[in-house]
């Protein structure tokens, strides 16, 4: 007698099916809204030769609108939710495949040193300085690492490390970004004001602009000399990024109180550390011993890239705008002095070193 029941599926292929239906409508509206992200940056290109705002920045605003006028019914909610953490996460891992150890030795062990000094010492002070206005830590540490190593993108590897929310993000990255465009607008001011050097400017931008882009922008003005020093010196301050995700891990993990009273402690790498982190570090490591071809980097650049714009619009459809509304002033204020914080730092360092 024939059988005519339909065949199933196994039980892992339906599960899988079922876990792509419930992702797919969140994970396409942030798609749609990363597509109307880059191309507002293109149209950015176009006009004005480089992007003011960047393409993360304007998904994250444009998740934040959309979430003010609508608000995602459980329909849209895990794809959205998975965008915000798993696709970040991926981004975060991509990014070391970008990063070689040569770019840090030819940059000398001076100005080596004065970026890294720079780098920790306005982590320290810009914690500092939000802890003092009322800020929760999470906060403040988003905006200490966003201030101190590469503004949008220093936040989004940062949150995932220290559970920080969407609300948090966005307002770290709003007002992050609005003080990176006056950065780049208002720091050649400061070349006849202070009398600096090609070069001189060319530290002083890489140690304060906050995007790759920006410092192009910035230095472009000063001339070649300053353009490529700037560009060098940010590219060296990004670099910071690795050790300074890695030791907060680190340290968060202290906080954690994963095990009960009585019940001995195991040691545990992926608890300690995350899993994308240790992705990072094993693409960096395998990128300076020139395991990854060059002709990777530029895919793997732009998919870490195109992943973290998804991020951002997921986090921006994720955020409840009276929140920002109440922390606002203060994040404002905690940014605007770390920033100026940071100035103070990278002038004291480049006259104190007789950089350039």
Same mark, same amino acid.
């Given at each position: ?132 206005? =009322?800020?929760?830590? &999470?906060?403040?540490? !988003? ?5 101190? /190593?590469? *503004?949008?993108?220093?936040? $989004? %590897? ?103 009273? =009585?019940?001995?402690? &195991?040691?545990?790498? !992926? ?5 994308? /982190?240790? *992705?990072?570090?094993?693409? $960096? %490591? ?71």
């Amino acid at each position: 007698m024939q059988d005519n029941r339909p065949v199933r599926a196994p039980s892992g292929v339906r599960r899988w099916r079922g876990r792509l239906a419930e992702l797919l409508p969140g994970v396409g509206l942030c798609l749609a809204v990363t597509g109307i992200s880059l191309a507002l940056q293109a149209g950015e290109e176009h006009a004005f030769g480089h992007p003011y705002v960047e393409a993360l920045v304007i998904a994250i605003l444009l998740g934040m609108a959309l979430r003010t006028l609508w608000e995602p019914s459980p329909r849209w909610r895990p794809g959205i939710a998975f965008s915000a953490k798993q696709l970040l996460e991926v981004a975060v891992m991509l990014l070391g495949a970008s990063i070689s150890l040569a770019a840090i030795v030819a940059s000398g062990p001076v100005l080596l040193g004065a970026i890294v000094a720079a780098v920790f010492v306005t982590i320290a002070a810009s914690y500092g300085i939000s802890r003092l206005l =009322g800020l929760p830590p &999470r906060i403040s540490i !988003l905006i200490a690492c966003g201030n101190s /190593i590469c *503004g949008n993108s220093a936040i $989004a %590897a940062v949150a995932p490390v220290i559970g920080a929310d969407s609300d948090d993000v966005a307002s770290s990255i709003s007002f992050t970004a609005i003080l990176g465009v006056v950065m780049v607008l208002g720091l050649p001011l400061l070349i006849p004001l202070l009398g600096l050097s090609a070069t001189q400017y060319g530290i002083l931008a890489g140690l304060t602009v906050y995007a790759v882009p920006q410092v192009l922008a910035a230095t472009v003005p000063a001339g070649l000399v300053s353009t490529q020093i700037g560009t060098l010196v940010k590219l060296v301050r990004v670099l910071m990024l690795g050790p300074v995700v890695v030791s907060l891990s680190l340290m968060a993990s202290r906080f954690r109180s994963d095990a009960a009273e =009585g019940r001995g402690r &195991r040691f545990d790498l !992926l608890k300690l550390v995350p899993w994308f /982190i240790l *992705g990072f570090l094993g693409l $960096a %490591a395998l990128r300076s011993l020139g395991l990854v071809p060059d002709i990777a980097i530029w895919p793997i650049t732009k998919t870490a890239g195109l992943l973290t714009v998804v991020s951002m619009a997921a986090l921006g459809l994720g955020v409840d705008v009276r929140v920002i509304g109440r922390v606002g002033g203060r994040v404002t204020a905690a940014v605007t002095l770390s920033l100026f914080l940071l100035l103070l730092v990278s002038l004291g360092l480049i006259h104190l070193l007789r950089l350039g």
